[in-house]
């Protein structure tokens, strides 16, 4: 028979049962008494500061007399019967002059703690402040009436105490909330401990004990009987462990007969087993003919595998000849459009040599003619020439000179003509006024020759820089604009740069009679292949421009719908016929003369499409134009890639 040994008391549910409730308890107990303790606080706190607020009324008027009077003596013993009223630890008398006097502990204008000696020295207080050492004080006005009853206010005195007078008013209240809260606490303890024992432990350990003597042997003859009155939920407990013994004698009987019938199934078992043996000899043969199978199904897979690779580069391949292609027609109009700007700098480049030389020659004799003021007016008449303005037609330019020749005349100006086309070449003609003390300066000549020098070079360094700015600018189209990615991960790629870039390279081209209309909104980046996406604005232009044999209108326009962006390419050429609409899509197709036009244009850009997950729409209307819209969605696995056209 298995015996156990009860728990120690303290490990009881008892015991457990009451750490929690009375841990609970304390904590309740813990808050309502802190917050009784910091109400009574408040209390005595409230009442302190309305004590200090009496003695106003009470002290108001005396020390008005004494300090109208300036009887110190009369002050200090006055001080003397307040410092012993319980809530006051110092006082300080003030005039509009001085401090008449003071006693006990005060605080200074910086807040330290200060005590008044027998001869009313502040002397500061050593050591740190401790808990409760706070000090606050209440000031009251110093107002005595004169002859006349008029209110005179002829200082303040004010009233110091502090928290722990507030402590010494309470502490014996704290005591004795604090000693009640302790003895109901242990009394309760000790009472739910024995209830709980009595009513609970006691019933566990009858229950322990008839569980402890159960065995398979004397299941038949056990019944257990809680030795408790009343009826509650041990008794529950006990009539459930009961059922459970009967269970569990009705269950090892059905176990006995279990286990014969067991015995008859490992007979009827062995016979299966064979059987199943002979089966999976035929399995293992089915299986090597699967695996069989499997093997020349991967090698097909892995056939079509490189396939689709040799398909990829063969695309890519085709794109980037398509590009060369176009760059090659492109070629020389690219050259003619460097060439220009480097024409500008070599023609620029030697104007300032000449103009340089001029200038350098005149400036020691400028230097020794000019005042100050003449020099002042000197540089902005060089300022001024380089200043934007709008520029003149050669008909305005010489309507401008005549006038201006007038007033020169009229002014009593020589070589007026002359001067006055100076004066214009140095958009100077509307401020004539403010120049004439250099017009009739004796050195005028040397002053205007210099300035039209200075303002020359000036003119030609800008010229250079738009040049050599310009000259960036295409290098830097065709960089990339050839520019070969490798990789085969998409790339967040801004979609106006790609069109900027193409627009450079067909610069030459479009501006000649073809005027370019853009409208870009902001949108955000575009995850996509830029490369090959360039490759899309280039057939697209250079079919547009085509179409229009390079004289229209081409416009560009870039802006958001939904999840979309949408980039339109629109031309005022031919159109294309209705008939024809549906074909231009498909690979080697064109209406191209032989040799112009290979047919992949548009293949290449359905395909770039179709690997974005996008589509492309086309408009067009015979004698009218046309115009071809791309969809790129910002989420590729959102969209398949659909070609509509639209008459």
């Known amino acids: 028979m298995n015996t156990t040994t009860p728990p120690p008391l303290i490990d009881s549910i008892a015991a457990r049962l009451l750490r929690i409730i009375f841990g609970c308890y304390f904590v309740v107990t813990l808050v309502v008494t802190s917050g009784q303790l910091i109400l009574e606080y408040r209390n005595a706190e409230t009442r302190l500061a309305k004590e200090i607020q009496g ?165 038949a003859d056990k019944v257990f009987v809680l030795k408790d009155r009343g009826r509650h939920e041990l008794h529950l407990l006990a009539d459930t462990l009961n059922a459970m013994v009967r269970n569990l004698r009705g269950s090892i009987a059905e176990n006995a007969a279990l286990l014969a019938r067991m015995q008859e199934l490992n007979a009827s078992l062995e016979q299966r087993t064979l059987a199943l043996s002979e089966s999976n000899a035929a399995l293992s043969l089915a299986n090597a003919e699967l695996n069989e199978a499997n093997r020349v199904a991967e090698a097909s ?212 009679a073809t005027e370019v209309v853009r409208e870009y909104e902001d949108i955000p980046l575009l995850r996509c292949f830029p490369d090959e996406l360039n490759q899309v604005w280039t057939n697209l232009i250079h079919n547009a421009l085509q179409a229009m044999d390079h004289k229209g209108t081409l416009s560009v326009r870039i802006h958001r719908e939904g999840n979309e962006a949408v980039v339109s390419i629109g031309d005022t050429g031919c159109g294309i016929p209705e008939e024809i609409r549906g074909k231009i899509f498909d690979v080697f197709f064109t209406t191209k003369p032989a040799g112009v036009g290979s047919g992949l244009g548009l293949d290449i850009v359905k395909k770039i499409i179709d690997k974005h997950k996008g589509r492309i729409e086309v408009q067009s209307e015979v004698g009218v134009g046309s115009t071809f819209t791309v969809y790129l969605p910002y989420d590729h696995h959102q969209r398949s890639t659909s070609i509509i056209l639209t008459q």
């Open 55 to 219: 003695m106003e009324q009470t002290f108001g008027s005396g020390i008005a007399n004494i300090v109208w009077d300036y009887n110190s003596l009369m002050l200090h013993e006055l001080l003397l019967g307040m410092m012993k009223l319980p809530s006051v630890s110092g006082i300080k008398v003030e005039t509009a002059h001085d401090v008449m006097g003071t006693m006990g502990v005060i605080l200074d204008q910086g807040g330290r703690k200060m005590r008044a000696d027998a001869a009313g020295r502040l002397v500061p207080l050593e050591g740190k402040d401790e808990l409760f050492d706070k000090m606050f004080s209440q000031t009251f006005p110093i107002v005595h009436a004169d002859t006349h009853g008029k209110q005179v206010t002829i200082g303040k005195w004010t009233v110091y105490s502090s928290q722990q007078i507030v402590v010494n008013q309470v502490k014996y209240g704290f005591f004795l909330l604090l000693v009640n809260s302790v003895i109901k606490t242990l009394a309760l303890w000790f009472i739910f401990l024995f209830v709980v024992q009595r009513w609970l432990g006691r019933p566990l350990r009858q229950l322990s004990e008839f569980v402890g003597r159960l065995s398979i042997d004397n299941l």
């Open 301 to 512: 897979r892995l056939q079509a595998t490189q396939a689709l690779h040799e398909l990829r580069s063969t695309q890519s391949q085709l794109v980037q000849s398509e590009k060369m292609a176009a760059l090659g027609i492109l070629i020389a109009g690219v050259t003619h459009e460097i060439n220009t700007p480097i024409s500008a700098i070599t023609s620029s480049g030697g104007t300032i040599s000449e103009a340089l030389g001029l200038a350098l020659g005149n400036m020691p004799a400028l230097f020794k003619t000019l005042d100050n003021d003449s020099m002042a007016l000197f540089l902005g008449l060089i300022y001024r020439a380089n200043v934007s303005a709008v520029r003149l037609s050669t008909r305005e330019t010489r309507a401008v000179t005549r006038a201006l020749t007038e007033q020169l005349e009229e002014y009593g100006i020589d070589a007026a003509r002359e001067k006055a086309d100076i004066l214009v070449s140095l958009n100077a003609q509307s401020a004539l006024a403010d120049y004439l003390p250099l017009l009739r300066h004796r050195e005028c000549n040397l002053i205007l020759d210099t300035a039209r020098s200075m303002a020359t070079i000036i003119r030609s360094v800008s010229n250079i820089n738009t040049a050599v700015g310009r000259v960036a600018k295409i290098v830097l189209a065709l960089k990339s604009f050839s520019h070969v990615t490798q990789s085969n991960e998409m790339v967040e790629a801004n979609i106006q740069d790609g069109l900027e870039t193409v627009l450079t390279i067909y610069h030459y081209q479009i501006k000649q």
